[in-house]
């Protein structure tokens, strides 16, 4: 089915006014596939006639359900699974030492589509729970897209989604069969929660994250834009938080308030107070003869 073009400038004008990301030439093939329900839920023949209705306003809940339908929501349990582990190897033990006093752990998964980042991390707990004995553990997974919130607060996956990334002991320890899939335990969903949130906006818990996930989120934003995405990404983070990005994605060249860690590749840290922190850890270390 064929678009006009001053049809897929408005549908890509509208994507990156609400949420940054650019549906650049190379990516409008997508767009009929993703605007095809839409399509057939209203008997609406062609695209340009749906843009028709769109720019008539007379629907105002129909151009949140188009850019929500023009995102790319691609996820899948512990994706990339390396950073997974560095998380489990060199984050988390840090971390458990440095917040031994207040055991309250707070992690924000930030373009969590429909959760399956969010519970992974929350398996990484619940894998080891001799180790979190009496910690309170938030983590907070926040996506632009109401529908991808909603089923990510429900936490039921197709046989499909539970499947993908996950081995068959897991899911058969983490998930349970239900009429619509398989839903997440109630061990998995008690510290998770989900939020309705735009990356551009100011973060959740400003200073607050020990960890922040931003994972395949930023690749499309224009460079404005994903200079400010990461200004409230550091602006979420504790001083001695972590950051981390998707495979192939740095903070190289895009802001100066982040660095990669030198210690764990794949991981950053907030610029200048993290070169104080190691400073601090080095000094401790020094003081226990560790
Ligand atoms: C490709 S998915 C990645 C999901 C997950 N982080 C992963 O790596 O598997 C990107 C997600 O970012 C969300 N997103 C895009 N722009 C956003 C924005 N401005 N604020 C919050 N979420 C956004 C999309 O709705 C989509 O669910």
């Not at 678009?3 to 890509?12: E, M, P, T, V």
């Not at 650019?22 to 839409?38: K, V, Y």
């Not at 007379?58 to 996820?75: D, R």
């Not at 992690?107 to 894998?127: D, K, V």
Request: include cysteine.
């Amino acid at each position: 089915m064929q678009i006009s073009d001053s049809s897929s400038r408005i549908l890509a004008g509208l994507l990156e006014a609400r949420t940054g990301q650019q549906l650049t030439l190379s990516r409008r093939w997508r767009i009929e596939t993703a605007l095809s329900s839409q399509l057939r839920e209203r008997g609406i023949a062609t695209l340009d006639e749906l843009i028709t209705i769109l720019v008539m306003g007379k629907e105002p809940s129909l151009s949140q359900k188009v850019v929500e339908a023009l995102l790319n929501n691609e996820t899948y349990f512990f994706r990339d699974r390396a950073p997974f582990d560095l998380l489990q190897r060199h984050a988390l033990p840090e971390l458990a030492r440095a917040r031994h006093a207040s055991k309250r752990l707070r992690i924000w998964s930030a373009g969590c589509s429909t959760g399956q980042e969010t519970y992974s991390l929350a398996m990484l707990f619940a894998e080891e729970p001799q180790n979190w004995l009496g910690w309170t553990i938030d983590i907070l997974g926040t996506d632009v897209s109401t529908a991808c919130i909603d089923r990510a607060r429900h936490g039921t996956y197709t046989q499909f989604e539970v499947q993908r990334g996950l081995g068959i002991n897991q899911m058969i320890r983490w998930f349970e069969e239900c009429p619509d899939g398989w839903r997440a335990v109630e061990a998995l969903r008690k510290p998770v929660r989900f939020q309705v949130h735009n990356l551009l906006e100011p973060a959740p818990h400003p200073g607050g994250f020990d960890i922040v996930l931003c994972r395949n989120v930023l690749l499309y934003l224009n460079p404005d834009k994903k200079a400010l995405a990461f200004e409230r990404i550091a602006g979420s983070m504790a001083e001695d938080g972590w950051l981390m990005l998707g495979a192939g994605e740095t903070v190289i060249g895009q802001t100066n308030k982040l660095g990669a860690d030198i210690n764990a590749r794949g991981l950053y840290r907030l610029v200048g107070d993290g070169a104080r922190i190691e400073k601090r850890q080095a000094d401790r270390r020094a003081a226990s003869g560790a």
